[in-house]
């Protein structure tokens, strides 16, 4: 059974950092991309960041590159995701999840658009100014 479960998640004034974890059970890392998503209220889910474990890649997208960092551990089947230099705009719940990378083994796309299949419970970022 895939499970997914965030953690790291709380407030910090403008500026600041956190780091979130996501623990990851029932599959093996090489054979998933792990993404972050966040959903802000009243706006659309927005896929953050994504690791290919296989290959040592990330993705992300154009208003955290830069300042945020995704990471994994094997090890501890662990994928982190460093955000620095938070602002206002990344206030949000924000979610770790998982897809079979081998469904998209002929993708051109970013791994940001891809369907993702399993996702945890979420943790709420909240950053003041």
């Known amino acids: 059974e895939v499970q997914l479960v965030e953690s790291g998640g709380g407030s910090v004034q403008a500026g600041g950092s956190l780091r979130l974890s996501c623990a990851a059970s029932?599959?093996?890392?090489?054979?998933?991309?792990i993404a972050w998503f966040r959903q802000a209220p009243g706006k659309e889910r927005e896929g953050v960041s994504c690791?290919?474990?296989?290959?040592?890649?990330?993705y992300y997208r154009p208003s955290v590159q830069g300042r945020f960092t995704t990471s994994s551990d094997k090890a501890k089947n662990t994928v982190y995701l460093q955000m620095n230099s938070l602002k206002p705009e990344d206030t949000a719940v924000y979610y770790c999840?998982?897809?079979?990378?081998?469904?998209?083994?002929?993708?051109?796309?970013?791994?940001?658009?891809?369907?993702?299949?399993?996702w945890g419970q979420g943790t709420q970022v909240t950053v003041s100014s």
């Open positions: 999840a998982a897809t079979d990378r081998r469904r998209y083994s002929d993708s051109v796309d970013s791994p940001l658009i891809y369907e993702y299949d399993y």
């Open positions: 029932g599959f093996s890392f090489d054979d998933y991309y």
């Open positions: 690791i290919d474990s296989s290959i040592g890649a990330s």
